[in-house]
């Protein structure tokens, strides 16, 4: 912009903000930061430009004044060129992007902050959660800036919500009075909290403001000689007593004034008929010293004493509070603490901008932001007190939580890193147990995505689902984790005992023999003589490959139960092949090495403690060993197996463009799915593929195999096998 665009534009009203901002910038920033924030100013207005607040002015009038606010604390170049920016994202087409290209990336961070705490309101129905949601903000903000901008933001929109209507003030009023002031409070910035609170009582109860102001200002003419005598022998006294201090008459807070009134049933009068004061001093040992002259002045009211000095507020908040019966029978309130005490009580968190920027340039917020927490701590050192106090700080400042959406629009509290899994737990053990995936925010993702603050799951579910033992690799909390294990436990015995029984009964049928065919007594005397005490734990024990089958039947089939078996019988076994139905679940399971599928020829291995691993006949791993262990047994698929089962296809492919997807795209539409490929050698002409699918059975791979033959990009086809 040209010098004299700038004078052509002098009577505009954004031209004299920025001329407010600028002369108070130019008390602590250099000329060079000064022009950065020039430029910002310069790209704000021009994409601004065209909108325009309800009060008629122009749009960039309201980021200029969230910008003055936060200049008046001191924050850093890069937080006032955010509060200018803060609207950008959010209301025009600029994006994150443009602002960091343009202006760096702690810039865009910061806008981008307050651009997600700004949509994270409209997603709440805050009244019901409010706490949470104050969490969430300040567990969203990496950066205290962020909040300290928006804060600023909030301020300036309560300041001119003059125009709207009364049932939308009311709503703004009460989001802020639910969500921004408790948090200013948590902050210790009892300056900005103060506005707010004043803001937000005016908006919503008109009236009551309008008599509570009237009624101050009528009673502040009747006080003033009162609060000068006071004055005065507060002072002569102390004097006296060589202390040097500054003492302020203090006037209550219309909104502080009206919650008492309303707590504890007061008249107006009973309240501002009290007369405040405030003894600022050079160090703590001097605000004793005060407090023991002013007790010798007047006499304190017993039981109003309260040394918030030694036992600090939640937020650091510390002063001596005494009240006394002054003149005329009248109550004195008298706040008493160290300059230092009194910059933290006014600005929190923001103080080590106003105070300290001059020395120390570099600094960057997060060390700001410990400054004021290790200033905490060191109160709490000296006061040596309430755990209370640090636990609410780990949790805003260091949020070792996140904080989630329902599409209900309830909060769900989660540990950092927690994955869609332990989501669903936490929402109910029932949705864990047959989660399949999620949606995030609409988008949907797998099930171990990692969660990030002020995200919208939901969860989908299937009937037939169940939870995977690899869940336990990602899931962090606790109910995720019991909610699987207990499931995997119980399930995994289910299927045990299921298989057990089936294992048990066809051994005994080759024997001649049948379940029913054990009496009660031969049972008993079988468990005792193997030591266990139910026959379901038994069956789980054939189940899980603990116990030979056949070798039950073998002693079941003994005229003397108990009688250990002689082993040599054991060695000619002809059985009937067990059905494996593809149902049977974990304790079933097919084998990775040769990955039969229904129609081939299979054989079984009993691994113990897991249960029957299912091998192709010609499996190399099992052709070797399988006649001399009896580990092995003979099993065969049932006609009607259900399920999916990976198999691999091993295929030559002409080279071209294109090949991979028409081969995918005809495996799909045979209804089969691709786990992976893996593409193991490529010349220039011919590519060699591995592709492992899902199939129902033999048939179905020799469709699909078939209809692959057809395509003239695929020289060659075959299944491949251990
Ligand atoms: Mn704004």
Known sequence: MSAQALTAIGERPEQLLFDELNTLLSKYLDAPHLDQVFQAYQYGAEHHNGQFRKTGEPYICHPLAVAISLAKMRMDVHGIMAAILHDLIEDTDVSKENILELFGEDVAELVDGVTKLTQLNCKTKAEAQAENVRKMCLAMAKDMRVIIVKLGDRLHNMKTLGVMRPEKKRRIAKETIDIYTPIANRLGMNNIRHQLESLCFEAMYPMRYRIL?????????????????????LKTRLHQEHVSCDIQG?????????????????????????YAFRIQCADVGTCYRVLGIVHNLFKPIPGKFKDYIALPKANGYQSLHTILIGPYGVPIEIQIRTHQMHRMSESGIAAHWLYKSDDEEHINSKTRANEWVRDLLEIQKTAGNSLEFLDNLKIDLFPQEIFVFTPQGTIIKLPRNSSVVDFAYAVHTDIGNSCVSARIDKRLVPLQAKLENGVTIEVITATWARPNPLWLNYVVTTKARTGIRSYLKHFKQQEAINLGRRLLEKELQDIGMSLDDVSEIMQQQLLQAIKLEKIDALYEEIGLGNKMPFLIAKQLSQDDVSAPIKLEDTEIRKETPLTIKGSEGMVVTIAKCCRPIPGDPIVGYFNPGK?????????????????????????EWSHDASGEYPTEIRLELLNQPGTLATIASTISKMDSNIESVIISDQDTRVSVDYITLTVKDRLHLANIMRQLKKLFIVLKITRTRG
Request: some cysteine; aromatic content about 8%.
């Open 213 to 233: 102001d009237g009624a101050v200002k009528k009673a502040r003419g009747n006080r003033k000689e009162i609060i000068e005598k006071i004055t005065n022998s």
């Open 250 to 274: 203090r006037e209550k807070y219309l909104y502080s004034i009206y919650k008492k009134m309303l707590a504890k049933n007061l008249s107006f009068s009973d309240i501002f008929d009290v």
């Open 611 to 635: 249960g029957i691993v299912v091998h192709h006949h010609e499996c190399p791993n099992s052709t070797n060993e399988r006649k001399k262990s009896t580990n092995w047994l003979e099993v």
